[in-house]
Protein backbone atom coordinates (compact mmCIF):
# COMPACT_ATOMS: atom_id res chain seq x y z
CA UNK A 1 0.00 0.00 0.00
CA UNK A 2 3.07 2.44 0.89
CA UNK A 3 4.44 1.96 -2.72
CA UNK A 4 0.92 2.52 -4.32
CA UNK A 5 0.69 5.90 -2.14
CA UNK A 6 4.10 6.84 -3.01
CA UNK A 7 4.45 5.68 -6.01
CA UNK A 8 1.19 8.33 -6.63
CA UNK A 9 2.58 11.37 -5.26
CA UNK A 10 5.76 11.04 -6.79
CA UNK A 11 3.13 11.53 -10.66
CA UNK A 12 0.82 14.18 -8.89
CA UNK A 13 3.90 16.05 -6.75
CA UNK A 14 0.58 18.02 -5.19
CA UNK A 15 -1.78 16.38 -3.75
CA UNK A 16 -4.76 16.12 -0.87
CA UNK A 17 -5.19 13.08 1.41
CA UNK A 18 -8.23 12.34 0.38
CA UNK A 19 -8.32 12.48 -3.62
CA UNK A 20 -4.99 10.19 -3.26
CA UNK A 21 -6.77 7.37 -1.32
CA UNK A 22 -9.67 7.38 -3.47
CA UNK A 23 -7.34 7.14 -6.33
CA UNK A 24 -5.11 4.37 -4.57
CA UNK A 25 -7.93 2.55 -2.89
CA UNK A 26 -6.07 2.80 0.20
CA UNK A 27 -7.92 3.51 3.42
CA UNK A 28 -8.09 7.17 4.34
CA UNK A 29 -6.57 6.27 8.07
CA UNK A 30 -3.87 4.27 5.95
CA UNK A 31 -3.24 7.14 4.24
CA UNK A 32 -3.32 9.86 7.16
CA UNK A 33 -0.33 7.78 8.76
CA UNK A 34 1.88 7.37 5.80
CA UNK A 35 1.53 11.13 4.72
CA UNK A 36 2.18 12.35 8.12
CA UNK A 37 5.23 9.79 8.21
CA UNK A 38 6.49 11.50 4.88
CA UNK A 39 5.79 15.18 6.29
CA UNK A 40 8.23 14.28 9.16
CA UNK A 41 11.02 13.30 7.43
CA UNK A 42 10.80 15.73 5.00
CA UNK A 43 9.45 14.67 1.66
CA UNK A 44 6.43 16.30 2.01
CA UNK A 45 5.11 19.54 3.14
CA UNK A 46 1.73 20.96 3.83
CA UNK A 47 0.65 24.06 1.62
CA UNK A 48 -2.79 24.83 0.44
CA UNK A 49 -1.91 21.18 -0.41
CA UNK A 50 0.26 18.52 0.07
CA UNK A 51 3.78 18.95 -2.13
CA UNK A 52 6.63 16.85 -2.36
CA UNK A 53 9.27 18.53 -2.16
CA UNK A 54 12.43 15.82 -2.23
CA UNK A 55 11.72 13.19 -4.93
CA UNK A 56 14.84 12.02 -5.23
CA UNK A 57 15.65 11.60 -1.44
CA UNK A 58 12.04 9.60 -1.54
CA UNK A 59 12.96 7.47 -4.50
CA UNK A 60 15.94 6.49 -2.59
CA UNK A 61 14.49 5.33 0.75
CA UNK A 62 11.93 3.46 -1.45
CA UNK A 63 14.70 1.89 -3.50
CA UNK A 64 16.53 0.49 -0.09
CA UNK A 65 13.01 -1.79 0.19
CA UNK A 66 12.88 -3.32 -3.15
CA UNK A 67 15.11 -6.64 -3.90
CA UNK A 68 16.03 -6.87 -7.36
CA UNK A 69 17.00 -10.85 -8.86
CA UNK A 70 18.20 -10.82 -12.33
CA UNK A 71 19.12 -14.01 -14.06
CA UNK A 72 21.53 -13.58 -16.68
CA UNK A 73 21.27 -15.49 -20.32
CA UNK A 74 23.82 -15.31 -22.89
CA UNK A 75 22.39 -16.15 -26.28
CA UNK A 76 22.80 -16.47 -29.88
CA UNK A 77 19.55 -14.50 -30.68
CA UNK A 78 20.14 -11.14 -32.76
CA UNK A 79 19.08 -8.71 -30.36
CA UNK A 80 16.27 -7.30 -32.88
CA UNK A 81 15.16 -10.75 -33.11
CA UNK A 82 14.66 -11.24 -29.41
CA UNK A 83 12.96 -7.71 -29.23
CA UNK A 84 10.37 -8.82 -31.68
CA UNK A 85 9.96 -11.78 -29.94
CA UNK A 86 9.55 -9.88 -26.58
CA UNK A 87 7.04 -7.63 -28.31
CA UNK A 88 4.92 -10.42 -29.57
CA UNK A 89 5.33 -12.08 -26.27
CA UNK A 90 4.09 -8.78 -24.23
CA UNK A 91 7.39 -9.23 -22.39
CA UNK A 92 7.90 -5.69 -19.95
CA UNK A 93 11.09 -4.02 -20.82
CA UNK A 94 12.39 -2.79 -17.94
CA UNK A 95 15.56 -0.86 -15.97
CA UNK A 96 18.29 0.33 -18.86
CA UNK A 97 15.89 -1.31 -21.36
CA UNK A 98 12.91 0.67 -20.70
CA UNK A 99 15.18 3.80 -19.99
CA UNK A 100 15.83 4.14 -23.35
CA UNK A 101 12.23 5.09 -24.52
CA UNK A 102 12.19 8.13 -22.07
CA UNK A 103 16.43 9.08 -22.18
CA UNK A 104 19.24 9.27 -25.14
CA UNK A 105 21.54 9.87 -22.16
CA UNK A 106 21.88 6.23 -21.56
CA UNK A 107 22.56 2.99 -24.04
CA UNK A 108 22.84 -0.54 -22.98
CA UNK A 109 23.32 -3.58 -24.67
CA UNK A 110 21.89 -5.98 -23.04
CA UNK A 111 18.23 -6.36 -22.61
CA UNK A 112 16.44 -6.03 -18.88
CA UNK A 113 13.00 -7.80 -18.80
CA UNK A 114 10.42 -8.34 -16.35
CA UNK A 115 10.13 -12.16 -15.04
CA UNK A 116 7.81 -14.75 -17.18
CA UNK A 117 7.50 -18.46 -17.43
CA UNK A 118 7.30 -17.96 -20.95
CA UNK A 119 10.49 -15.81 -21.12
CA UNK A 120 12.09 -17.97 -19.17
CA UNK A 121 11.55 -20.88 -21.22
CA UNK A 122 12.48 -19.21 -24.03
CA UNK A 123 15.71 -18.15 -22.82
CA UNK A 124 16.60 -21.70 -21.27
CA UNK A 125 16.32 -22.88 -25.02
CA UNK A 126 17.95 -20.59 -27.13
CA UNK A 127 21.36 -21.57 -28.13
CA UNK A 128 24.11 -19.86 -26.01
CA UNK A 129 25.53 -16.77 -27.71
CA UNK A 130 26.44 -13.11 -27.17
CA UNK A 131 23.46 -11.20 -26.54
CA UNK A 132 22.89 -10.93 -23.23
CA UNK A 133 19.48 -10.84 -21.65
CA UNK A 134 18.19 -10.40 -18.15
CA UNK A 135 15.62 -11.67 -16.41
CA UNK A 136 14.57 -9.32 -13.59
CA UNK A 137 12.56 -10.53 -10.23
CA UNK A 138 11.09 -7.84 -7.90
CA UNK A 139 9.99 -7.94 -4.22
CA UNK A 140 7.50 -5.29 -5.60
CA UNK A 141 4.14 -6.74 -7.49
CA UNK A 142 4.56 -4.79 -11.02
CA UNK A 143 1.05 -3.04 -11.60
CA UNK A 144 -0.91 -2.66 -14.67
CA UNK A 145 -0.90 0.95 -14.01
CA UNK A 146 3.05 1.11 -14.14
CA UNK A 147 3.16 -0.67 -17.37
CA UNK A 148 3.25 1.88 -20.43
CA UNK A 149 3.26 1.11 -24.08
CA UNK A 150 5.55 2.62 -26.05
CA UNK A 151 6.79 1.42 -30.07
CA UNK A 152 4.58 -1.46 -29.78
CA UNK A 153 6.60 -2.40 -26.12
CA UNK A 154 5.42 -3.14 -23.22
CA UNK A 155 7.89 -0.91 -20.50
CA UNK A 156 8.20 0.33 -17.02
CA UNK A 157 6.78 3.64 -16.69
CA UNK A 158 8.82 6.60 -15.93
CA UNK A 159 8.63 6.56 -12.38
CA UNK A 160 9.06 2.62 -11.63
CA UNK A 161 12.04 2.51 -14.21
CA UNK A 162 13.61 5.03 -12.55
CA UNK A 163 12.77 3.42 -8.77
CA UNK A 164 14.09 -0.01 -10.19
CA UNK A 165 16.99 1.85 -11.57
CA UNK A 166 17.77 3.23 -7.86
CA UNK A 167 16.90 -0.44 -6.66
CA UNK A 168 19.66 -1.48 -9.35
CA UNK A 169 21.98 0.94 -8.00
CA UNK A 170 22.10 2.83 -11.48
CA UNK A 171 20.61 6.07 -10.18
CA UNK A 172 23.29 8.18 -12.25
CA UNK A 173 21.77 6.81 -15.49
CA UNK A 174 18.01 8.33 -14.30
CA UNK A 175 19.48 12.04 -14.40
CA UNK A 176 18.40 13.45 -17.30
CA UNK A 177 14.67 11.62 -16.99
CA UNK A 178 14.52 13.15 -13.14
CA UNK A 179 15.21 16.26 -14.35
CA UNK A 180 12.73 16.06 -17.44
CA UNK A 181 9.94 14.77 -14.66
Request: contains cysteine; hydrophobic residues 40%; proline residues 2%.
Amino acid sequence: MTFKVVSAILRKKSFSQTELAKETGVSWGQMNKIVRWLVKKGFVRKARKYELINPTALISLLATEIELEKHSFEISVQPKAVLSWVKKSKGVLCLTSALQFYSNYFRDPSINLYYSKELEDYLQNAKSGITKVFLVKSNLHLSESEVARKGGFLLTNEIRTIIDLFADKKAYATEPLLKKL
